[in-house]
């Protein structure tokens, strides 16, 4: 009897795993423009040959210590013309005033990643390191009701954005991609992951540390770090 029921909860745990992750390494879980991608294990290429604007997406379900992770490709300078959205809305359509955004190819040679709810910059990245494209990881994570932010460029250390309160309802990742027939093949995003991530048994170090004024001084870790471990 005991070793039936430790199978019927290990069962269960394995459930609620899978339930929490999601498998990138086929189409079953996008949806929207699909043809306009080349698709391979944990990654997605645009693969087109004039300029237009292409959006798809998965459903999401943001429970606590949810983490969304993944590596932004784009070789060329952003522009308004050839732009990047990753998007957090309640709704498939993405119509939603309220969703949540982060931008890049909306300020030039000094762009960044912002996050915008709706059409209001609700969080200014000091972070401006896309002027001239490049590659970065993004990661999101859910941490009781908020949205954590974090992107590491390249080389960098991992730097934290800003957080956003969560809408519950919100349940759809987009990626938007508007481009020019020059960089209609140029938009790569790999090493994709949404779920809860493998317990990290290594701690954290300060990887960088700058003194920003006589009473500020800006930790840099090697790692996102969340709120409750910052104690």
């Known amino acids: 009897m005991k070793s039936v029921l430790q199978f019927i909860i290990a069962s ?6 899978h ?3 999601h498998d990138f390494d086929s189409l079953q879980n996008w949806e929207g423009a699909l043809l306009d991608f080349d698709w391979k294990k944990n ?13 798809v ?18 070789p060329f300078s952003p ?10 809305s309640k709704d498939s359509l993405f119509l939603d005033p309220n969703l949540i955004s982060l931008k890049v190819g909306e300020s030039g040679s000094s762009d960044g990643f912002d996050v915008f709810k709706g059409n209001t910059l609700e969080i200014y990245n000091n972070n401006r390191f896309w002027g001239s494209g490049g ?9 009781n009701d908020s949205l954590f932010f974090f992107e590491k460029y390249a080389q960098d250390t991992t730097r934290f954005i800003g957080a956003l309160h969560l809408n519950p309802y919100f349940k759809y990742i ?3 991609c508007k481009y020019t027939k020059s960089n209609a093949n140029k938009f790569n ?6 779920g809860i991530p493998p317990i990290d048994s290594v701690p954290p170090h300060v990887s960088l540390t700058q003194v920003n004024s006589n009473n500020e001084i800006e930790l840099f870790f090697n790692e996102s770090i969340r709120n409750n471990h910052l104690k």
């Not at 269960?12 to 795993?17: G, H, K, M, R, W």
């Not at 990654?43 to 959006?55: A, R």
């Open 12 to 17: 269960f745990f394995t459930l609620i795993s």
């Open 57 to 74: 997406y998965f459903e999401a379900n943001w429970t606590a210590d949810v983490e969304f992770k993944c590596n932004v490709e784009l």
């Open 43 to 55: 990654e997605i290429l645009l693969n087109q040959n004039t300029g237009s604007n292409t959006l």
């Open 189 to 194: 995003f790999n090493k994709l992951f949404f």
């Open 135 to 143: 590659s970065g990881v993004i990661s999101i994570i859910c941490n």
């Open 174 to 176: 987009g990626f938007n």
């Open 19 to 21: 339930a929490q992750h």
């Open 79 to 88: 522009s308004r013309n050839n732009s990047f959205e990753l998007l957090i």
